[in-house]
């Protein structure tokens, strides 16, 4: 009986303007996944990022899409491989946390695995962004399902079927959102492992604006939870939409039952355009549950049509 041979693992690293960091992350995966392939996807870079992430002996390509979403899209869409893990180019993921995150996923044939970050630096996880990451983490909890702690984290491992049948429509840093609410949506097995987290290498500068892309990874939330759970989101405005149109309405009921008359008769129009606006909201909630469904019973066949991995 032959041992089954050994999984073609991919080690995906999205990079602008890192040459910095590079080296080391190229230096450190090597050492913990001599078998792997090092693939880094330069985004427009301006600092040398390609020819440094080249003479440290990566497979280097380029994206001229600007954007993380962008990058892992065409990462995901060009590279074959049995396993894919997804690392940032700065060099604060720990290399040595791969073999046992790629264990993990296989031990427990799960699609994705998820690095949750621990800090064991000062000033390595900002305050405001560890703040931004519960709260939107937890608004997806909310609405897909309580299994990620770290939605935003930029280190996971996937199987083939996962990142075969990922859609990838995002173009920037809410990329890590989509893979999230992807995995959440579809009920795939998930997991996760704590990994420490420390700061960027000197001179290595973050490309993550907190204010901008928090307000980017919200309207993304946002824009999936209507897409993925339109009945609860229309649902939700004709809720609001028919309690406007009862507070507009009473007093005009109230007076008509003392007076006979309807001297408030723009408020009354208002109430009766309010209940037509919630009506027309929750029909349309109702008409896109039905399309959302059958959207997500198509991606679930694409998912199920690539085999599990067997190693």
């Known amino acids: 009986m032959t041992d089954a041979p050994a999984p073609r693992i991919a080690v995906l690293v999205p990079c602008h303007n890192e040459a910095v960091a590079i ?8 050492s913990a996944l001599p078998s792997a392939t090092i693939y880094v996807y330069d985004n427009n870079s301006t600092d040398g990022t390609a020819e440094v992430a080249a003479r440290a002996g990566a497979v280097v ?89 770290d939605m935003l984290s930029g280190y996971r491992v996937f199987s083939r079927r996962f990142v075969k049948s990922f859609p990838a429509l995002s173009s920037g840093f809410e990329t890590e959102t989509e893979l999230t609410v992807h995995a959440l949506e579809l009920r795939l097995p998930v997991g996760e492992m704590p990994v420490p987290f420390k700061e960027r290498p000197s001179g290595s500068e973050s490309k993550l604006r907190t204010f901008r892309d928090g307000f980017r990874i919200l309207g993304t939330i946002i ?62 909630g109702l008409v896109l549950e039905t399309v959302t469904r059958g959207r997500r019973e198509a991606k679930r066949i694409a998912y199920l049509s690539i085999s599990a991995p067997e190693f």
Do not use: W
Not at 23 to 30: K, M
């Open 223 to 284: 824009s999936l939870i209507k897409r993925e759970r339109p009945l609860p989101f229309f649902g939700a405005i004709a809720g609001v939409l028919a309690l406007i149109s009862l507070a507009l309405f009473l007093p005009v009921l109230s007076q008509y039952l003392v007076t006979g008359l309807v001297p408030r008769m723009p408020t009354f129009l208002a109430s009766v355009a309010a209940g037509l606006m919630a009506m027309l909201s929750l029909s349309c």
């Open 61 to 149: 390509r380029q994206e001229r899409l600007q954007g993380k979403g962008n990058v892992v899209a065409r990462m995901f869409a060009d590279i074959e491989a049995d396993l894919y893990l997804l690392v940032d180019g700065d060099d604060t993921y720990p290399a040595a946390a791969a073999p046992e995150m790629i264990a993990l996923l296989l031990r427990e044939r799960l699609d994705m695995v998820t690095g949750a970050r621990v800090s064991v630096e000062e000033g390595a996880y900002r305050p405001g962004h560890r703040l931004g990451n519960l709260m939107l983490t937890g608004m997806v909890s909310i609405v897909f399902g309580n299994r990620v702690s």
């Open 23 to 30: 080296p080391a992350v190229i230096a450190d995966f090597r």
